[in-house]
């Protein structure tokens, strides 16, 4: 296993395929540590069927380079990107293959980009993550700068053949202010939500280790930005439901550190609504924001509209 420094890194590098151990007691965990109301199960013939929160493809992305790399302390997490296919059953057996996909400096950075693509043991494919990260320490900016990969907002717009009149009823008329969720975030939390991961195993994960967060140059320990992702996941299952699990996407950037202590209210906006792949589709301008009024995340969040 090589350490996931920028000269070690080959774009294109393939990464997986590898079984991920998912257990009823590690969706529980999860879901106590981002304060999940949700009822994470389907109906088949009456019959419930445990599903994991599909925001849980985040974390296991990690896993996946995680089986190649060993990740150094003060990585961060600068962007995510995600869509789901399909309900991901916890009684089947979930697989996940991906590759690194670029690397580039910007500045005085060094960031690097992986996707991983996640299907159950026939094939299905349940769902797609793309991560961007930003390595520790300071480099020399190259005298011809690349720009990054452009984050999918464009293919999260795609085929919209028909925009819809502003006019009608319902969730998706854009401007429909969504229900906030509220979350505080405790160091109990942040633990529970990251001690699975390779760096807290190891002792080096500013999550969890103060010495380690300090070091990075960071006032303390600051949770995982995916946390903010799982908020907005509980903002959008409370509206669309299915819609969201079956055929949500989101495309999101961290903006800022969460600390233990913050109280964090994420927030959404109906920018517009689109027919896609004959689907009504309900574009949210998404946010999650401090006890100050100050954004940690941003982005765009896209669902299905439940069927009336």
Known sequence: MKNLVYEEIEVGEDLGPYRHPLTQQLVQKYCVAVDSTYPWQILENSTPIPIIPPTLIG???????????YRQPGTIHASQEMKFFHPIRLARKLFSRGKILDKYIKR????????????????????????????????????????????????????????????????????????????????????????????????ISIHIHEEVARKAGLKGTVAQGLMS?????????????????????????????????????????????VIEDKLQRTLIEVWCENQIGQKVTVGIAGAVNPQP
């Open 59 to 69: 974390n296991l992305s990690f896993r996946l380079l995680e089986t190649k790399f």
């Open 108 to 203: 005085g950075k060094q960031w690097i980009v992986y996707e991983a693509y996640f299907y159950h043991e026939d094939g299905q494919e349940l769902g797609y993550s793309r991560i961007t990260e930003v390595l520790p320490g300071f480099v020399k900016e190259p005298e011809e700068r690349r720009d990054p990969i452009e984050p999918r907002d464009a293919e999260m717009r795609r085929r919209r053949d028909l925009e819809l009149s502003s006019t009608s009823q319902g969730i998706s008329s854009p401007g429909t202010v969504l229900r906030p969720v509220i979350r505080k975030i405790t160091q109990e939390k942040m633990t529970a939500y990251s001690e699975d991961s390779q760096t807290a195993q190891r002792g």
């Open 229 to 273: 992702v799982d908020y907005i996941s509980e903002l959008m299952v409370q509206t669309f439901g299915m819609g969201w699990i079956q055929h949500g996407e989101l495309s999101v950037k961290f903006i800022a550190p969460v600390y233990a202590g913050d109280e964090i209210t994420t927030r959404g906006v109906v920018r517009e609504r």
